[in-house]
């Protein structure tokens, strides 16, 4: 075999492992029965409105990978009836993400409620991730008062109590600034009745490897010049 059909193949090889490794990856704890909602106690009337941030933390299997869209359910909404999607990137990978840098964000009106299989899809384009990435939903949970003057809130946050409670977080007053928000727990953690995973997801393809790519275009030149 001449050097020129060696280095052909050797080209051929690296395109192929580049074309099979860009299948999408699912990232999702909950398994679709989501019937659980969480929302601020009724204790925390002394606060007012209370900003309410919930997600999931993911771990990319490749070493970089781009989001193409996440997807959640949601529980009852306050009248407002608006959410924000946000993601961080957790630059430690301490799977705490408490300290992770927000990436993206976007609003959303009138999302869609109720749970059973009712998805929220968010296309997102040019966002890579790399390690431990937070995908977040928040509502600002508005206090009202029933016929009784009872105080209340909404329960936006949808999740499984079958899930993987130990990579969901909430947030309550951080509006987005995880860093400082005015508490912030595990879903496995003392203050959760009834633990479980979020029903938040994300999908993402891998990034080629830019060394591929680049071997790949050297090997093509050799053989141009053989």
Do not use: C
């Not at 009248?79 to 993400?97: A, G, K, S």
């Not at 977080?169 to 633990?195: C, E, I, K, Q």
């Amino acid at each position: 075999m001449s050097k020129t059909m060696i280095n052909g193949t050797l080209v051929l090889s690296v395109l192929a492992f580049a074309s099979t490794n860009t299948l999408a990856n699912v990232y999702s704890y909950d398994d679709g029965g989501s019937h659980v909602t969480l929302g601020p106690p009724r204790s925390f009337e002394q606060y007012g409105d209370i900003d309410m941030l919930w997600g999931n933390y993911f771990q990319t299997q490749d070493a970089t990978e781009e989001i193409t869209s996440i997807s959640f359910e949601l529980g009852r909404l306050s009248e407002n009836n608006q959410v924000t999607v946000r993601i961080y990137q957790d630059n430690d990978n301490d799977l705490d993400p408490t300290n992770a840098t927000n990436i993206y964000s976007t609003v959303i009106d009138n999302p869609l409620t109720g749970g059973g299989g009712t998805l929220n899809i968010v296309d997102i384009a040019n966002l890579e991730v790399s390690g431990g990435f937070f995908v977040t939903v928040s509502h600002l949970a508005e206090l009202v008062y029933d016929d009784e003057g009872q105080p209340g809130y909404s329960s936006p946050a949808r999740y499984d109590t079958d899930g993987r409670a130990d990579r969901s977080w909430f947030y309550y007053g951080s509006f987005g600034d995880l860093d400082n928000a005015g508490y912030h727990t595990r879903m496995d953690g003392p203050d959760v009745p009834f633990g479980g995973a979020f029903a938040i997801r994300a999908n993402t393809v891998p990034v080629p490897s830019t060394m591929l790519i680049s071997s790949a275009g050297l090997m093509m030149a050799s053989r141009r010049r053989r």
